[in-house]
């Protein structure tokens, strides 16, 4: 944790926005309709209030804004864009505590681990910020008397689309590639939580000039689907589940919109024989991201254990699990939170019945904790099955929740064709002291983002990105960068005493 995000905790009612509006244009304005809709908080179930629900207009005027100030934007020097972005990532830094609370109250993740967030944003602000002079083209040698060069331009405004589980870290990280670029952004926060996404407008409200930074919130999927189909959006990026991922794609085809889809995983962790049984132990918990309720696309919640070492690491896995007990998500001592809301609860209730009828034991938790501090919210305890088959839905579908699956192998071809049968493949772990094993593996698996005795880790300047309906595009590098631009080809001929006119037919002579 940063030195300079440590400190008490502020006032609750202090982290609120003061603003609930639609912010575009350097404004506030209420929804044209008049609409809103309330938030809970999952882990009370206390309303956080309401917040406007755009409609069809509210989009447009937000979309007009950006478009409006997006000449400015692009031509302003990228050295004054990365000051801007700079800027940006020291107020969050400075305001690290309450964006953390106010997305603990909000989304029901742990406070502590969300305090991680905001040094994760701050740090892809910078990361971009830094990276502005690398948006360079090539000059292509045509002669003494012509110059044919490439450019890259920003292609003009962008939506993102967040998802729920890192509401803050979506709304500001994912901004900062496309604004580093020259576009000018128009955020949809999730409607689960869009508190601090709101928050994030007001204190950067005088950071960049009006229309370039932009926040629409709406419930349901109009306020989306609106994005995605406008003619004046360039390009929209998504994190969020294959179903949506495929909607977007879908409404983006009649204006041939470019995307950038992270989308679901369900994600191995295969442990060899030779790894040692601790250390898989430890990451085994590590990688399903029980301190986000295991709401995390990247969660490795299949687990692949070599029967050499199988029972060795079930043994040693309740100690690891029993730091993870949900609490409540804005206390410090909170090491897992809360389920996002009540349809994702129910969800992944049903999947723990469904395991137990399809044949799994069910070794670890699986229960609604009933301590009289949590009633209200949306709790699961951390659940583990094994005796799991490549066949059941716990092997096969993304749960989005605290529920880890355990396979036991013995045959390299069977296991790879297991790990590799899914349609998904985000990431994938491998546990081994065998380095040409591990890089055997790290070939053979069908997974964008791979670890080798490690888990769950992000590394900016690495591409991170899926495979088949785990995505299209790479985040968190260079390649994100870039795929907020567009290449020119310019085509100069020098004048020539005596020369003959424009070369014929666009033939080289």
């Not at 204190?203 to 994005?227: E, I």
């Not at 794609?249 to 995307?259: E, I, N, Q, S, V």
């Not at 396979?407 to 790990?419: G, M, N, Q, Y």
């Amino acid at each position: 944790m940063d030195q300079d995000m440590a400190g008490p905790l502020p006032d609750t009612a202090m982290v609120l926005p003061e603003h609930r509006a639609l912010f575009y244009g350097g404004a506030w304005h209420d929804a044209a309709q008049g609409r809103t809709f309330e938030v809970f908080s999952p882990g009370s179930g206390v309303s956080l209030g309401r917040v406007p629900d755009a409609a069809d207009e509210d989009v447009d005027a937000a979309v007009a804004a950006a478009r409006q100030a997006f000449p400015g934007w692009r031509d302003t020097a990228p050295a004054a864009r990365a000051q801007c972005l700079r800027a940006a990532a020291q107020i969050v830094r400075e305001h690290a505590q309450a964006l953390a609370l106010l997305d603990a109250l909000d989304c029901g993740n742990a406070f502590q681990a969300l305090l991680g967030d905001a040094a994760i944003a701050a740090a892809q602000l910078d990361f971009f910020a830094g990276l502005v002079t690398e948006i360079k083209g090539d000059t292509i040698p045509m002669g003494a008397d012509r110059l044919n060069y490439s450019l890259r331009e920003p292609l003009g405004v962008v939506a993102r689309i967040a998802a729920f589980n890192h509401p803050f870290m979506f709304a500001a990280g994912k901004m900062a590639a496309p604004l580093a670029a020259g576009n000018t952004v128009v955020i949809k926060p999730p409607e689960q939580a869009p508190l601090s996404a709101l928050r994030l407008a007001e204190l950067l409200q005088d950071v960049f000039p009006p229309g370039v930074l932009n926040v629409v919130c709406g419930s349901g999927k109009d306020t989306g689907r609106r994005l995605v189909r406008h003619p004046d959006v360039a390009k929209v990026g998504l994190i969020g589940s294959v179903a949506a991922g495929k909607a977007v794609m879908r409404d983006a085809a009649d204006t041939l919109k470019p995307l950038l889809l992270e989308l679901g995983g369900k994600n191995a962790l295969i442990a060899r024989p030779d790894s040692d049984p601790q250390a898989v132990a430890c990451a085994v918990v590590a990688g399903m991201n029980f301190a986000w309720c295991g709401q995390s696309c990247g969660s490795t919640s299949r687990v692949f254990l070599h029967d050499d070492i199988h029972d060795e690491v079930l043994r040693l896995l309740p100690a690891q699990l029993a730091r993870f007990r949900p609490g409540k998500p804005e206390s410090p001592a909170t090491a897992m939170g809360a389920i996002v809301d009540e349809r994702q609860h129910a969800r992944i209730l049903a999947f723990i019945k469904q395991g137990q009828e399809q044949g799994a034991q069910l070794i670890y938790g699986g229960n609604v904790p009933t301590e009289p501090a949590l009633a209200g919210g949306f709790y699961i305890e951390p659940t583990v099955f094994t005796g799991v088959t490549p066949a059941m839905a716990l092997a096969r579908e993304e749960i989005f929740g605290p529920v880890l699956s355990i396979l036991r192998w013995h045959d390299e071809a069977s296991l790879l064709r297991d790990v590799n049968g899914l349609d998904l493949g985000l990431t994938c772990s491998i546990w081994t002291r065998d380095l040409s094993a591990a890089l055997r593996l790290a070939h053979a698996v069908e997974a964008g983002y791979v670890w080798v005795n490690e888990v769950g880790r992000h590394f900016l300047g690495a591409p991170y990105g899926g495979f088949k309906q785990s995505g299209t595009g790479r985040e968190e590098c260079l390649e994100e960068l870039l795929a907020f631009t567009q290449s020119k080809n310019v085509h100069v001929r020098f004048d020539r005493t005596g020369g003959s006119a424009a070369g014929q037919g666009g033939v080289e002579e």
